[in-house]
C-alpha cells in the first residue's frame, strides 16, 4: 500500500488529501471543520490545514509511518516570497487608485491584504517552521509547482488518455496563466505561461472589486454579466489576438470611476452591467485562443481545465463550443482546494506509478450515521421521525413548495453543493428562486442552478453535455425554461449538475420523484449554507443553519424534522 498526503497550505481554501495506491481516500478544505470560509494559509496570516490532516489521519487510521510522501501545493522560496509582495503592491497600483485600494481592498477585510505580513513572517517563519515538521515526521516531502498541482488535479482525474491543459489562475509561485500537455502518465513542462501582470484571474477580481463583490465574490460580476451589454469602450482592458492576449492595467485603473460601487447596497447601474459583460466576454475569446493554441500544436481533442478561473461556467461552456473540442472536464475544486489533490497524485506519479483515475464524485468528507443523526436532533430539541423512504418524501415536500436542508452522506469538495449538503426548492414555481435567495441572504438578481436528471438534460438544454459537477452553462430549448423560471437566468442559460443514478441515488430518487409528481425532471439546488458560512460539514452545523433560516424541512439521512412538529 502507498500513502500520499497532499497539502495547500499557503493562501487561500488551505485543504489536505489522502490517496491510497493512486486512489483518493479523502479531501476536505480546512474551512468545513473550522466553519472560516475561504480559511487563510501560511502566507496569508494563517496557519496550514491542521484540522483537515487530523480529520484524514482519524477518519482512514493511518500514522505518520504509514505516508511515504506528502505533497505541497507551492514550490516557494525567500526570492519568490518578497517578489510576490513587490508584485503586488506594483501590480495593485497600477491597476487600481490608492483610493480603491484603501477602501475597497484593505477596507473590505480583503484576506490578500495580508500578503505584506504573511510573505514575510508566514514565509519566513511560519512556513519553514510546517515545513520543518513536514520533514521530520515523514519519508518524503515533495515541494510541487502550483500550476502543475492545478494541471494534475484535472488531467490526472479526467480519464483522459491525452488532454490539453489549461490553467487560468490568479496568481502561482510567479505565473497567473500555464498552457501544459497530459500524455499518459506525464505532464509536460509549461508550453507558455504568463506572469502576474498578464493574470486573467486579477483582471477578473479587480472589476469584482471595483463593482463592491468582493474578494471572493467572482461568481457574482459572472452572473451580472448576462444582463449587460459588451462595450468596446471597455475592451482594452484585455487585449485578445491570434492565440495570445494582453492585460492593459492601466486601462483597468481608468475603469475605476465608471464601475465603483463602495457599498453592497449602492444602486447597480447598467453601466456596470455592460462592464460585467465585457470582461467576461473578452475572458471567454483569450481562453479560446489559448486553448486553439495548444489545439494547433498537439491536435487533442480533448481539455483539461483548472485554477480559480476554471469555476467561471460561461468560459468553460464557451471552450467546450468550439469546433476544436471533443470533451472537456473542469476539476469541480478548480481552486486552490483542488491543489491537494493535484499535489498527491503528481507525487504518486513522481514515486514511479501510473497516477491515472477518473472522478465521478466529489463526496469525499464526513459522514455521519443514523444514530448520530438522530442524537443531534434530540439535543437540539427539534421535531423529526423516521422516513421509511426518505428521498420520496423529500420529492412530495418539494411538489408542495417546501424548502428543503438536504444532509445525506459523505460532504462535497469544492465550492458548489452536488446533492450531499443541498437547499432545495420547486424550480417551477416562480417565487421560489427569491424564497431562497432571502434564505441565503443573497440578492435576489442572481440566479439559482438546477439539478437535472442525466438522462433528461436532452429535453431541456440545447447541446447538453454532462456536467456532473456544476461547471457548465446550456440554453435552455425554446420554451423550456419558461416551465422552470426560477432556474432560468435572463439570458436564458442554467448553470447546471447533471445527476447520475449511479453517482447518487437518493438524490437521483428524489429528484426522479419530484417528476412523477410535476413533470419536471429538473430541482433548484443551492449549497447549505448562509451567505456569511461555508457548507454545512456536520450535522450539527446542518441543524444550526436549518434553525437560523427559512428553511421549511431537513431531510437528514432517513430522518425528516420540521420547527412545528407537523406537515404543513
Not at 500500500?1 to 488551505?14: F, K, Q
Not at 525567500?78 to 497600483?93: E, F, P
Not at 469602450?233 to 487585449?239: G, R, S, V
Not at 437535472?452 to 436532452?458: F, K, P, Q, S
Request: aromatic residues 10%; neutral net charge.
Amino acid at each position: 500500500m502507498t500513502y500520499v498526503l497532499g497539502i495547500n497550505e499557503l493562501y487561500h481554501d488551505i485543504s489536505a488529501a489522502l490517496i491510497k495506491d493512486g486512489e483518493v481516500l479523502g479531501v476536505i478544505e480546512e474551512e468545513r471543520l473550522n466553519r472560516s470560509k475561504h480559511t487563510p494559509g501560511l502566507c496569508w496570516g494563517g496557519k496550514e490545514p491542521e484540522l483537515s490532516i487530523q480529520w484524514l489521519f482519524d477518519t482512514f487510521g493511518v500514522k505518520d509511518s504509514d505516508i511515504d510522501a506528502v505533497a505541497l501545493s507551492y514550490d516557494m522560496n525567500g526570492y519568490l516570497a518578497v517578489k510576490t509582495i513587490v508584485d503586488a503592491v506594483v501590480s495593485n497600483m497600477r491597476r487600481m487608485t490608492l483610493s480603491n485600494i484603501i477602501k475597497q481592498r484593505i477596507g473590505s477585510d480583503d484576506p490578500a491584504a495580508n500578503v505584506v505580513y504573511g510573505n514575510i513572517v508566514g514565509y519566513f517563519y511560519n512556513r519553514k517552521r510546517f515545513l520543518s515538521q513536514l520533514r521530520r515526521r515523514f519519508k518524503r516531502v515533495f515541494e510541487i509547482k502550483h500550476h502543475l498541482c492545478h494541471a494534475a488535479s484535472a488531467f490526472r482525474m479526467s480519464g483522459f488518455e491525452k488532454s490539453n491543459i489549461l490553467i487560468v489562475d490568479g496568481l502561482g509561485e510567479n505565473h497567473s496563466t500555464s498552457l501544459y500537455i497530459g500524455e499518459g502518465n506525464t505532464i509536460s513542462k509549461p508550453i507558455r505561461q504568463y506572469s502576474q501582470y498578464q493574470s486573467m484571474g486579477m483582471l477578473y477580481k479587480t472589476i469584482t472589486f471595483l463593482l463592491g463583490f468582493g474578494y471572493f465574490g467572482d461568481g457574482k460580476l459572472m452572473g451580472l454579466s448576462s444582463y449587460g451589454e459588451f462595450d468596446p469602450k471597455y475592451e482594452n482592458m484585455l487585449e485578445v489576438s491570434r492565440h495570445h492576449y494582453k492585460v492593459n492595467l492601466e486601462q483597468i485603473k481608468k475603469i475605476g470611476p465608471f464601475a465603483r460601487r463602495y457599498k453592497a447596497n449602492e444602486p447597480i447601474l447598467q453601466e456596470h452591467k455592460n462592464i460585467a459583460k465585457t470582461v467576461q466576454t473578452q475572458l471567454e475569446r483569450a481562453a479560446v485562443q489559448l486553448a486553439d493554441y495548444l489545439y494547433k500544436i498537439t491536435g487533442y481533442r480533448n481539455l483539461c481545465i483548472a485554477g480559480g478561473v476554471g469555476l467561471n461556467c460561461n468560459m468553460n461552456s464557451a471552450l467546450l463550443s468550439q469546433d476544436f473540442v471533443d470533451d472537456i472536464f473542469v476539476q469541480p475544486g478548480a481552486m486552490d482546494m483542488g491543489t491537494a489533490i493535484g499535489g498527491a497524485l503528481e507525487a504518486y506519479a513522481m514515486l514511479g506509478y501510473e497516477s491515472k483515475t477518473r472522478l465521478k464524485t466529489v463526496a469525499y468528507g464526513p459522514s455521519f450515521t443514523e444514530d448520530e443523526i438522530e442524537t443531534a436532533l434530540k439535543k437540539a430539541g427539534l421535531s423529526y421521525y423516521k422516513s421509511s423512504d426518505a428521498p420520496k418524501e423529500a420529492g412530495q415536500m418539494l411538489a408542495d413548495n417546501k424548502i428543503i436542508g438536504w444532509f445525506q452522506g459523505r460532504m462535497e469538495f469544492g465550492p458548489r453543493a452536488l446533492g450531499y449538503r443541498t437547499i432545495m426548492g420547486n424550480p417551477c414555481n416562480s417565487e421560489m428562486k427569491d424564497l431562497v435567495n432571502k434564505v441565503k441572504s443573497r440578492e435576489l438578481w442572481r440566479p439559482l442552478a438546477p439539478s437535472v436528471l442525466y438522462e433528461d438534460t436532452g429535453d431541456w438544454f440545447e447541446n447538453a453535455a454532462d456536467s456532473s459537477f456544476m461547471t457548465l452553462n446550456f440554453k435552455y430549448k425554446e420554451g423550456m425554461g419558461d416551465k422552470v423560471p426560477s432556474v432560468k437566468h435572463v439570458d436564458n442559460t442554467a448553470r447546471i449538475q447533471t445527476v447520475h443514478e449511479d453517482e447518487n441515488p437518493r438524490y437521483h430518487r428524489c429528484i426522479s420523484e419530484f417528476k412523477r409528481l410535476t413533470g419536471s425532471s429538473m430541482i433548484m439546488n443551492t449549497s447549505f449554507n448562509r451567505r456569511i458560512e461555508p457548507i454545512v460539514c456536520s450535522i450539527d452545523d446542518a441543524i444550526t443553519t436549518f434553525q437560523k433560516t427559512a428553511i421549511d424541512y431537513l431531510v437528514a439521512g432517513d430522518f425528516i424534522a420540521s420547527k412545528n412538529g407537523k406537515k404543513d
